[in-house]
């Protein structure tokens, strides 16, 4: 167990729909990242957020919006779905801002969109 | 731009027989080079860091800048090993730290 926890574990919703996904990064850490696992693009950089503040963007569409609260815990929501937004979608935190930390992953969110 | 290559996709030995995982990456900069596994759909776990120098469950990767290489390898492959495997690249020079992944090779261990 990395520590790092997501909700729901699966999610079912149909195309147009909007969904919200929630990740709760290790105790201490402040950087949340999170990334896309698809058949198709394999596993994608989306965003980073890091103590409340966004600090990168990925390959993420403008459907898709995420924000970190000052509990430090992270939403990605998703809108518009389309059935390519089926995937698995991975939150991992680590200490600091910069690129030193090892980064934990969650367990994935995986949504199914039909 | 940043590019992490794993040429296999899918990869098959048998239990004993020695396997490596090849991974090619393209970066101007100041790479980190990681070695990441996911057992049947699971989270991704970090299993190598090239700066960390170190053998982890018997599987060992080095650096090769010259060839632009962070191959992983094990002498003796076990049923257990039997997952998916991705390198990934980090800028060890940036102030972020996400991570490039390559597309990943699923490592089958027969016995």
């Known amino acids: 167990d990395s520590g790092v926890t997501q909700t729901p574990k699966h999610l079912i919703t149909a195309t147009g729909q909007r969904v919200t996904l929630r990740c709760s990064p290790r105790?201490?850490?402040?950087?949340v990242y999170w990334y896309q696992q698809s058949l198709d693009q394999g596993l994608q950089f989306l965003i980073h957020y890091y103590n409340g503040e966004e600090r990168a963007k990925g390959n993420i569409l403008e459907r898709f919006s995420a924000q970190q609260f000052p509990d430090l815990h992270s939403e990605l929501n998703l809108s518009s779905l389309e059935l390519g937004d089926s995937a698995l979608y991975f939150c991992?935190?680590?200490?600091?801002?910069?690129?030193?930390?090892?980064?934990?992953f969650g367990p994935g969110t995986r949504l199914t969109v039909t | 731009a940043q590019r992490v290559t794993q040429p296999e996709k899918l990869l098959s030995v048998f239990k004993g027989a020695p396997v490596e995982l090849k991974c090619n990456y393209s970066y101007s900069g100041s790479p980190e080079l990681f070695w990441y596994v996911q057992y049947s759909r699971q989270r991704l776990q970090l299993l190598l860091r090239h700066i960390s120098r170190e053998s982890i469950k018997g599987f060992t990767a080095d650096l090769n800048k010259g060839e632009t290489s962070f191959h992983l390898k094990k002498p003796f492959a076990q049923e257990e090993d039997s997952a998916m495997y991705y390198c990934a690249l980090r800028d060890r020079g940036s102030t972020l730290g996400r991570l490039y992944f390559g597309r990943g090779t699923q490592l089958t261990v027969w016995p």
């Open positions: 991992a935190s680590s200490v600091g801002l910069a690129g030193t930390g090892e980064q934990y």
């Open positions: 105790s201490g850490d402040l950087s």
